[in-house]
């Protein structure tokens, strides 16, 4: 909806712009976040929360950082606008999330996006973006099978808990996938209190050897790069 309107574009250009010429400075605290290389648009909500807050600071920053960063108040409107519809799309996500799709949460975050459309502050823009997102959920719901039925349509679960794994498994790429992946089902039983508490780690421990998880490993996984380059590189010496 934004992409290609004058205003966005402009506000989109001074944000990395501003980034490529103070990331080197003394500056470089107050930068707004930067853009996903890939899917650029997915993190946009940080970068309205930035411009947000940067209005606020604005007047109590020093005057070299008021003046590199005044650029927010050309698009105090536009900030303002994006971050009405950020906050009705994250009530809508919110909903989906916790609830999944049914036909029931459909009808209510429908009603939700109606504020896009007759709500306080709306204009063209954001009336189009709520009767989108109003039509799509209707779409979409049609597709269900019975009242009660509700879709999982969120993959956090999956993104956090791979993220959770990535942040810990080896840092050299030769390594590839390890034994180590084997703790990833450990993440959703011992994530919240009542699992840590309930979970045998005693008979867990005792049930499984070392040997276990090598057989397991031989079975399944890949051979370990990283491994074979040091023992070939250990021959030639």
């Known amino acids: 909806m934004y992409k290609g309107q004058e205003d966005f574009e402009g506000f989109m250009q001074k944000m990395n712009g501003i980034r490529t010429k103070y990331h080197l400075t003394k500056m470089a605290y107050l930068l707004p976040p930067k853009q996903r290389a890939i899917a650029r648009f997915m993190n946009l909500f940080s970068l309205v929360e930035w411009a947000a807050g940067m209005l606020r600071v604005l007047p109590t920053l020093k005057n070299d950082e008021q003046e590199a960063f005044a650029f927010v108040n050309e698009y105090r409107q536009l900030i303002s606008e994006l971050e009405t519809v950020m906050r009705y799309v994250k009530n809508i996500e919110q909903e ?29 823009r954001t009336m189009t973006v709520g009767a989108r997102i109003g039509i799509y959920l209707l779409e979409e719901a049609v597709k269900i099978e019975g009242k009660e039925k509700a879709h999982n349509i969120s993959s956090d679960i999956i993104e956090s808990t791979f993220g959770w794994y990535k942040a810990r498994k080896p840092t050299n790429k030769l390594c590839g996938v390890t034994a180590s992946v084997l703790t990833i089902p450990l993440v959703g039983k011992l994530a919240v209190k009542e699992g840590r508490n309930a979970y045998d780690f005693k008979g867990k421990m005792e049930a499984v050897r070392l040997k276990d998880v090598k057989e397991w490993k031989d079975l399944n996984l890949l051979d370990n790069w990283a491994i074979i380059r040091n023992l070939t590189f250990r021959k030639i010496g």
């Open 96 to 124: 989906c999330k916790q609830n999944g799709l049914s036909k029931q949460t459909a009808k209510l975050c429908t009603s939700v996006a109606c504020g896009l459309i007759s709500g306080e502050g709306t204009n063209s």
